[in-house]
């Protein structure tokens, strides 16, 4: 299916707490009127919103080098070698 054409319907939306910005939105009938806007209320309302306007929305296809702003993590081992020596060995 791909992204939501529109950045604030997506899981990486930056400004999902700042109330001013998020009341001029088409989501705001999905959140509570007063109070702070977690990450979990944000993606609720969003998934109550797609579900209720899925024929509205226009999705597009694009590829994301780092979906949802995740940082990408390494590990570090030490594995041997034929002579007991031991070489560090990075995953990613």
């Known amino acids: ?3 939501p054409r529109e950045e604030w319907l ?11 910005a998020v009341s001029n ?3 705001s009938e999905f959140l509570h009127e007063t ?3 977690t990450k979990r ?5 969003v998934e109550r919103y797609i579900q209720t ?3 509205e929305i226009e ?4 590829r994301r080098v780092n979906p949802a702003g995740y940082k990408q993590v390494f590990i570090g081992v030490w594995i041997r070698d034929g002579n007991s020596n031991f070489v560090p060995l990075i995953l990613f």
Do not use: C
């Not at 209320?41 to 309302?45: L, P």
């Open 41 to 45: 209320i944000y993606k609720e309302a």
């Open 59 to 62: 999705w597009v296809q694009e």
């Open 1 to 3: 299916m791909g992204l």
């Open 53 to 55: 306007h899925k024929d």
């Open 25 to 27: 939105l088409p989501i």
């Open 35 to 37: 109070g702070y806007i």
């Open 10 to 20: 997506r899981e990486d939306f930056s400004d999902y707490s700042n109330r001013d």
